[in-house]
């Protein structure tokens, strides 16, 4: 089981949830569903997946999920999972997108397999979008201009690298790996 617990500040509109699942195999496994029992149970709602594409080699997929509105206080999570992975990481973020905005500028999947991996998404100037990628622990990943990194966590053999932006600077979203 892949879960966490911790403490929702009061005032945070959204949880959002970062997975990367890896199999060494090619043949990775998804996330199907996120519990919380975050003032009751309630579910997470996908968001996007994107998933590395390598011939012969180890396959992650970048899963981004969110919670709205969440109650202050104690939150255990669960992430069910369907398929194999040989190792996981998760983040929780909490986030204020302001009310009746998605964290996600576009549901569905997604993935771009470069060095310089960039996406452009229509924005809105009143929101923040998220982009997340994942790699191989040990490289070095810088974000474009115009972004926030949030979160970078190296569990070998991989890598979440989390960045954030305004919805005024463009909606283009970038990573430089080393």
Do not use: K
């Amino acid at each position: 089981m892949i879960g966490t617990s911790f403490t929702v500040p009061s005032g945070t509109d959204r949880l959002l949830a970062f997975i990367v699942l890896r199999d060494a195999a090619s043949n990775v496994g998804m996330v199907t569903d996120i519990t919380s029992s975050c003032g009751g149970v309630q579910h997470f709602i996908f968001g996007a997946r994107g998933r590395s594409h390598s011939t012969g080699s180890a396959l992650h997929n970048v899963e981004g999920w969110e919670l709205v509105n969440p109650a202050a206080g104690t939150c255990n999570i669960e992430v069910v999972t369907a398929g194999t992975f040989t190792s996981w990481i998760l983040d929780i973020a909490e986030a204020n997108v302001g009310s009746g905005t998605s964290a996600w500028s576009s549901n569905g999947s997604g993935g771009v397999t470069s060095s310089v991996p960039t996406v452009t998404v229509p924005t809105n100037t009143s929101e923040t979008i998220f982009a997340a990628t994942s790699g191989s622990s040990g490289v070095t990943v810088s974000v474009g201009s115009n972004q926030t990194p949030l979160v970078d966590i190296q569990l070998s053999p991989m890598r979440l690298f989390v960045s954030s932006q305004n919805g005024t600077a463009g909606g283009v979203m970038d990573y430089i790996f080393g």
